[in-house]
Structure formats: C-alpha cells, structure tokens
C-alpha cells in the first residue's frame, strides 16, 4: 500500500508515522496511542531520570506488545559560566522585580541530561526495538552498544552534511528534520540558523546522498504532507506538533490555547528557553529579549534563570514565560484522540497518493 515500505519493515509499524519524541510534551499513553494505531510510539527521555524511564517503559509494555522508541539527546555538558550565568539572570532581573521574585535567588540547573554509559546501560537492560538521538550520536563505544542490543537507531539531520555524517556511523535511517519543525532543531556540525533549510528542499537533497532510509519531519500536519514527502522520497514522517493536539498530550493549559490560536500566531526559532535554536509560537520573552539572544547562557543551562519567572506565571494561565514548542503548520492541525488522528493522517495520504 506505500510505494516506499522500507520503514515498516525496519521498525516494525504498520502506517509510515512516527510520533516525534517531544520532551515535557509527552509520556506512555501517548505512545501507546499511536502504537495502537500501528504508528512507532516514542518516549522522550532526555527530562526524565532512569528511574522514571523504568516506569514509562513498563506501562508501554502492559499496555501493548508493538515496537517503542526511546529518545536521547547527545549534546556535551557545558561548562558552567559563573559570569554567563550571572549575566542572563541580571538581564532577566525586571521580570523577577516585577513578579516580586528575589533576582538574586540562585537560578535552577535544568534537568536535560545527554546520553551516557548509565543511560546506555539503561537500554541494554530494557531492550527499546529503537533509539533516536538528537543533536548527532553518542561516542562510538556507546552507539556501539546500543547497536548490539539489536535496537533501530535513528538520527536527525538538519543539513546534508549531517545526513552523510549519521550515514557513515552506521545509522539505520535518518530524519530529515526541516527548518519548519517546532521544538529543538538537531543541528550539531553547524550552529548557523540562518543557513537552515525546509522540508521540502532538504528531504530529496539527503534521500539523493544517503544510502539508508529518510524519515521526513517539520511542517507535516496532514495527509497532504505525508504525501508530498512520499513524493520527495521519504520512506516515512516523523509528526510532533499534530499530536500535541491530542488528549494525550501532557502540555500545559497555557501551551494548548496557544496551539488553538496556530492560524493567527506566529513561530520563531528562539535560544531565551534553553540556549539552544527551537522553534516555539512566539510570545512575551521572546519578543522583550530577542528571538536569538547573544547573553543566553549555553544549552541546557539558559532555562535555569527562566524556570522561576514560569512558576509564577503559568498556573494562572501565562504563556509568557514558557516555550510554546509549535512547528509552522499548527493552522493545520484539529483536536483528536491519538490513535483517531494517526489512521486518518496516513488513510488521507494513502487517497492522494492514489491518485
């Protein structure tokens, strides 16, 4: 029924979907959902100690017997800036005041932690059928591991010159992550935004240079994308923002109303939440410090400052303070179950492309 059905043997699905592995926005249920379906569930770890990694990964396994994918950053620790650190904060000062926050109060460490040998060690003993990463790969010791325990490994690109990098490290296939996408791009051999491109020209560029599978991802919201993205040569999509409309979603109240609005917000690539280049619907902070700040500390360590300033507001319904992790196509997307949204995204693609 897809002319390109290497994906589902690989993976083992049934429909050509991935649901992207959105950190904070996300857990089991969600996964299992799409699983259901007959999509590939992920489970975002990168916020999440072994402990509950543990816990999510075993309600997938009582809920359903299909392929899970794990999710990993591979970013470096940074190297903590007393000075850097202090900057952002003071910068961030008049938000405290105003809040009646105490700008001197010592900011929080944000809990984005990369893979290492404990995480690796992880996946030896629960055995994911898949692993993304995101931001390149682990050291090759550790990928080699991963490798050995029979898990699919997946890994984004966001140029061709990273999709030939992932090729030549052995990855099973590789997601062509366009400019487009919401949440954080996986850029790691360049840090020039300015020089990313979309969907539609980067998926045929690195399907003509690699030799494993493309995955296709940003600005995918409905059976028209998948189909074009078929066009283009893909073998799969990877769909995140769509499925931050579903009730299985676990973003915030302030996070869903402003997905509802997607027809008349606008997106931007930001680094004021994290340190790092992430498309988010653009709301106070970024318009007040900037979209691409040059004092935001390095990833992850930017949202410490910013962590105390959404406490304050977000439960009484502000969306100022918190990233609102959209990609370009919300105006596209409706409100339904999971599992509802994956079969009717792959049955309206499957029409177009029968065509």
Same mark, same amino acid.
């Given at each position: 029924m897809w002319a390109d059905d290497r994906m589902l043997s690989l993976l083992g699905m049934s429909l050509p979907i991935l649901q992207a592995p959105m950190a904070g926005a996300g857990d089991h249920r969600l996964a299992v959902a799409v !699983?259901? !379906?007959? %999509?590939?569930?992920? $489970?975002?770890? !990168?916020? @999440?100690? /072994?402990?509950?990694?543990?816990t999510e990964v075993a309600a997938f396994r009582a809920a359903t017997d299909r392929p899970l994918n794990l999710n990993f950053f591979c970013h470096e620790t940074p190297v903590i800036d007393a000075a850097g650190l202090a900057a952002w904060q003071q910068r961030l000062a008049p938000y405290y005041r105003e809040l009646a926050l105490d700008p001197a109060t010592p900011a929080p460490l944000s809990n984005r932690a990369p893979f290492d040998a404990t995480l690796c060690a992880l996946v030896e003993d629960l055995r994911p059928e898949v692993v993304s990463f995101h931001f390149g790969l682990p050291a090759p010791d550790l990928l080699d591991r991963v490798k050995a325990t029979g898990a699919r490994v997946l890994a984004s690109a966001t140029t061709v010159a990273e999709a030939l990098w992932l090729d030549g490290r052995g990855c099973d296939a590789i997601i062509a992550q366009g400019v487009e996408a919401g949440g954080h791009r996986g850029m790691f051999l360049t840090r020039d935004v300015a020089t990313q491109i979309g969907t539609l020209s980067l998926v045929p560029q690195i399907v003509d240079a690699v *030799?494993? /599978? $493309?995955? #296709? #991802?940003? %600005?995918?919201?409905?059976? *028209?994308?998948?189909?074009? #993205?078929?066009? @283009?040569?893909a073998a799969a999509v990877q769909?995140?923002?769509a499925y931050l409309f579903c009730p299985e979603a676990t973003i915030s109240p302030p996070h869903r109303k402003a997905l509802a609005e997607g027809h008349v917000r606008e997106t931007a690539l930001t680094n004021v939440f994290t340190g790092r280049p992430a498309r988010g619907m653009v709301n106070r902070l970024m318009r007040e410090q900037g979209i691409m700040s040059d004092v935001a500390p390095a990833f992850p360590l930017a949202g410490g400052a910013v962590a105390p300033l959404r406490a304050a507001t977000e439960p009484a319904g502000s969306g100022d303070?918190? /990233?609102l992790w959209s990609?370009?196509?919300? %105006?596209?997307?409706?409100? #339904?179950?999971a599992a509802e949204l994956t079969r009717r995204l792959a049955a309206d693609a499957q029409a177009l492309l029968a065509r």
């Open positions: !699983a259901d !379906a007959g %999509g590939l569930g992920s $489970v975002p770890c !990168a916020m @999440l100690t /072994p402990d509950r990694i543990k *030799r494993c /599978p $493309v995955i #296709a #991802a940003g %600005g995918i919201a409905d059976g *028209r994308g998948i189909a074009a #993205a078929f066009m @283009l040569g769909i995140g923002t303070f918190m /990233p990609g370009q196509s919300a %105006g596209l997307c409706r409100a #339904a179950s």
